[in-house]
């Protein structure tokens, strides 16, 4: 029986988030209208304890979680890079936990001056410990014969249970390339 933590999950993640709650003896849930969020299930909302606050205020954002880590397991999707909050949550990850981070389509693409994308940032520097299993998922696209499209939730969802389940570093769900084939 676990801690988690979902982050950014009441959207296009609300099925791995419960998928992920089912395994948990209890779970916080985090985003900015947290409480009002329901996974319409008595038995998975009383695990749930809503926390509303934006990690856009990074110092109420990080003092708001540390008083429930550490998290056994995490499932997180936020937008921007925030090489510094994504290493803050690192840190509250209990030892042999799990972290299921979800990124965009964007975020192997390198950065203004060649640097390293956020999720090949990411990935190097917790491919390198061995604290926590860390399980990243690239959100990609769909071919469809001549046209393209983006992932459906359950889509999205399924990729993140699949990591959750049988992590691996780096799971891209649906696909990158060709790159100029992504929907428009
Ligand atoms: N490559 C792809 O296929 C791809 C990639 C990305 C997105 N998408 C699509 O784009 C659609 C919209 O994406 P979306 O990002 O809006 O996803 P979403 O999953 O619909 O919602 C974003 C999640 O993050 C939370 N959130 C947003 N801003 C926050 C903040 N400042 N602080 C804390 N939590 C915050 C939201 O809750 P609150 O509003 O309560 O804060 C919600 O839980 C999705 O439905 C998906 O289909 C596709």
């Known amino acids: 029986m676990t801690t988690t933590l979902l982050l950014g999950t009441t959207g296009m993640l609300s099925a791995a988030a419960a998928h992920a709650v089912a395994r948990s003896k209890k779970a916080v849930l985090v985003s900015r209208n947290a409480d009002a969020f329901s996974f319409n299930n008595d038995v998975l909302d009383h695990k749930i304890t809503p926390i509303n606050v934006s990690y856009d205020d990074e110092a109420a954002f990080l003092d708001a ?4 880590a550490p998290f056994d397991l995490a499932l997180t999707w936020l937008h921007p890079p925030a090489d510094i909050l994504r290493a803050a949550l690192d840190g509250m990850i209990a ?3 799990r972290l299921v981070e979800v990124m965009g389509s964007r975020s192997l693409l390198l950065g203004k001056d060649g640097e390293a994308s956020i999720a090949e940032r990411r990935a190097q520097a917790l491919g390198l410990q061995d604290e926590f299993t ?3 998922v690239i959100l990609g696209f769909m071919l469809e014969g001549a046209s393209s499209r983006w992932l459906t939730h359950a889509e999205i969802s399924a990729a993140a249970i699949a990591q959750m389940e049988h992590p691996q570093p780096r799971l891209v769900a649906g696909v990158l390339e060709p790159w100029e ?3 428009k």
């Not at 979680?65 to 429930?68: A, D, F, I, Y």
């Open 134 to 136: 860390y399980a990243q």
């Open 181 to 183: 084939r992504r929907p």
């Open 65 to 68: 979680l540390e008083r429930h």
């Open 95 to 97: 030892p042999q936990g």
